[in-house]
């Protein structure tokens, strides 16, 4: 099978969520099939990786762009149909790029990753079956977003309304001209059928991780003497953020009640101000980003996911199991995972139970060591990304050629 693969970023090196699903099932399914990329590269950052994907891929093209000034309220937003978000990533030197790749070929199918690159085939390239990758069901998670961090004043929720509305249509018509959306979880599929459409062919493909590469003798650190935990992910992410305000504004201090020597480590990317003051606390320590995040997985006595924000790649918490980190989470932040809690995880969702919880496991080196064993032999089982990649490889083998 001959597939067009469209990314409106270049996901190497896999220093983001979404890059570790874009990037591993890319490459699982170039093990099964002739596959072309084009993907964009923002202020033509990461146009070197070139040969990372030239070793799996038949055909290679990165396309520079920059985002277009965010539009006026009036006539600019207001009177165009398309939500702000999509609009964002529309650019006509974009379409003229990806009508010179197709130019001459023929595919089975093109698989796009997110809404934001399916605009591209709605109007034009009607003849090719469009697979849509959804790293996160948008609308979802905007009415989430919204409803957790959302502005309270009435401007703020006129917009919040209007982008909503324009979403949802828009989220429609391309359920409507998709062959396929590819989900990350359960709920994200019940989110589709309930809020965008009945009949639209959803397959899931759950977030996996790289055994090969987060395995716990990878990183031959030693466990922190005093008590620690860790929080791990983009820290310019909006949900990661609200996470670790809830975390400190909530939890935080009820937690150190039952462990004063605790140790909170921050680590990722890009942290936003707001993250950035988390240091001046004592105990805590704000890294940015660091070349190898596997350390700071063994330091760790466990990792801490306080999302109240859905959808997402959720991949910190595989990861976190295949190194060996025993994994305290809200319902939430392990959506669409079907881990056991108390087995795979911890749950909780409220402040006063997530730090009993991780105090619990903080206190318990017996249920840290059983929640590390039975983690480990979960993601082995079900979180493979080769075995996941060959479940979507499989799927579109015969939805796309029959």
Known sequence: MRLLVFYPYIPFPVDRGTYQRTFHLLRALARDHDVDLLALSEGGERLDQRPVFAEFC???????????AWPGLFPDRLLNPL???????????????LDRFLAGQRYDAVHVCDLVMAQYFLERHRELPLAVDRSRVDLQFQIAQHQTAG???LKSRILAAEGLWKLARFEKRVARRAAVEVVCGPDDETFVRQRISRRAPVVIVVNGVDLDYFRPDAARVPRDEQPTVLFCGAMDYTPNVDALRWYFGEIHDRLRAAAPALRVLIVGKSPVPEVRAYAERPGVTVTGGVPDVRPFYRRAWLQIVPLRIGGGTRLKIPESMAMGTPVVSTTIGAQGLDLR???DILLADAPETFAMETARALADAALRQRLEQTGASTVRARFAWPMLGRQLSTDYARRFTG
């Open 83 to 97: 939500p702000t978000t999509v609009r964002h990533w529309r650019l006509p030197h974009i379409a003229g790029a």
């Open 151 to 153: 502005g309270k004043d």
């Open 58 to 68: 038949r055909r290679v093209e990165f396309v520079p762009f920059a985002h277009p």
């Open 341 to 343: 809690h108390g087995d």
